[in-house]
């Protein structure tokens, strides 16, 4: 193993295949996750667009005039230049309430974003161990079949000699090709799932063993970012309501205009200075009376957010129930694990003595055939059932609310 080291540092990494913790770094590429952070981004730009109007606007304008028939209050010729600030003191809680709505949906957005990379990442988890699961499924195949091969080399040799019937050489051609149909079938779910990863992560990858979870102690679960989001969405849509109530208040706006004018007359009798004007003015607005639309349209809006708060208090008491079951799938696998190593030894001190006996011609080759098929299906069970209690600890994770990569290691001498 030692020697092994400077060829490890010298080699590049990537050479080994990826690993579950890089297949997760990987999957942060999915076009999914680039279109919920574009939307996240989008509802700041917005946000920011919103805060802007409410600023005090600045604007600036200038006009020239002819006119054909002048008189002393229509110079020949005359320009104007004018500047105008406008700006709302008080809108009757609106700015306020809409500041919160969008930082709430903010809020809601980034969680939606957080969830939808641990969703990525429990759904890669599930490939990576799913293809573990089928490589190690073909390798059991694959020794079952070598073993097949030589008892039918072995047999043939004995009916050429006379000593077996045809029907006994004929059951391991049988049992040859039904294990070969069922090794196709393995290479199809694995090229099924790495086409699966390929279109999650958006390149071809080489899957590389050793990743484990880490334990997870369940007490210490929070809320998942997808139950956040709709508490978030909840005080965006709690603050929209709020906003559309204050049409019932008093709105309070600034003015004031300010303006140059220069006056060119033809008749000198008309003529008079150019002048200067500034107009400043505070206006108050209220909507007295609009026959109960403002009041119908704060309903609507409430009922919303009713109608979100029933869904959320639905999906958090559902995640309790998720995780309830994860945690119980997770004692049934490590359960899986003890009576697949059983049935293992079971199966291979039943295989070791058939096949003595079968050597030595007591029983005929059916028997040895099913004792060699539990034997090498003994070994798959216990090999998936590793497999499914990685997952199983991978989905308490991802119900108790924290993110899933921060609990992936790597057993990098696992292999050598």
């Known amino acids: 193993m030692l020697k092994s080291i400077p060829f490890l540092l010298i080699v590049p990494f990537a050479l080994f295949g990826e ?9 942060k590429n999915n076009k999914m996750i680039d279109s919920s952070r574009l939307s996240v981004e989008s509802t700041k730009d917005s946000y920011e667009s919103i805060k802007n109007g409410y600023m ?3 604007t600036l304008g200038a006009g020239y005039s002819n006119n054909s028939y002048e008189s002393s209050g229509n110079p020949q010729n ?9 700006y709302t003191i008080y809108d009757g809680g609106k700015k306020a309430n809409t500041y919160d709505s969008y930082e709430a949906s903010i809020k809601s957005g980034g969680e939606n974003l957080e969830d939808l ?5 429990i759904q890669v988890t599930n490939y990576y161990y799913n293809y573990l699961s089928y490589v190690a499924q073909k390798e059991v195949k694959l020794q079952e079949i070598e073993q097949l091969e030589a008892q039918y080399t072995r047999l043939k040799k004995f009916l050429d000699a006379g000593t077996v019937t045809e029907d006994e050489v004929q059951k391991i051609i049988s049992n040859i090709q039904t294990a070969k149909v069922a090794l196709h079938e393995i290479d199809l779910n694995i090229e099924t799932i790495n086409h699966n990863l390929e279109y ?11 990743s484990k979870v880490s334990e997870y102690d369940s007490t210490q679960s929070k809320l998942r970012s997808d139950i956040k989001a709709i508490e978030f969405q909840l005080e965006s849509l709690k603050a929209d309501a709020k906003a559309t109530k204050s049409g019932n208040l008093p709105n309070v706006a600034f003015n004031n205009t300010y303006s140059h004018n220069e006056l060119e007359y033809d008749d000198s009798s008309y003529s008079t200075k150019d002048y200067n004007r500034n107009m400043a ?3 108050l607005t209220w909507n007295v009376f609009d026959f109960d639309s403002t009041n119908k349209a704060y309903e609507s809006a409430y009922k919303k957010y009713l109608s979100l708060k029933s869904q959320f208090e639905y999906e958090k008491n559902k995640a309790n129930v998720d995780l309830k079951l994860a945690l119980r799938a997770y004692e049934i696998a490590k359960q899986k694990i003890e009576s697949a190593k059983a049935g293992l030894d079971a199966a ?6 058939i096949k003595a006996k079968y050597e030595a011609g007591l029983i005929d080759n059916v028997s040895y055939l099913e004792a060699l098929t539990d034997k090498y299906s003994a070994q798959s069970v216990l090999k998936v059932a590793y497999n499914d209690l990685e997952l199983k ?4 994770i991802y119900y108790s609310g924290e993110k899933l990569e921060e609990y992936i290691k790597w057993e990098i001498w696992r292999n050598y």
Not at 78 to 86: I, M, R
Not at 117 to 121: D, M, T, V
Not at 204 to 210: A, D, L, P, T
């Open 19 to 27: 690993n579950l913790s890089q297949l997760i770094e990987l999957s």
């Open 56 to 58: 005090p606007k600045f």
């Open 78 to 86: 005359s320009a104007k230049v004018q500047g105008l600030v406008d």
């Open 117 to 121: 990379k641990n969703q990525i990442a």
């Open 200 to 210: 999650v992560i958006g390149q071809s990858v080489n899957i590389e063993n050793g």
């Open 281 to 283: 003015s505070l206006n």
């Open 348 to 353: 291979n001190g039943a295989y070791k003595t």
């Open 393 to 396: 600890k991978a989905n308490i």
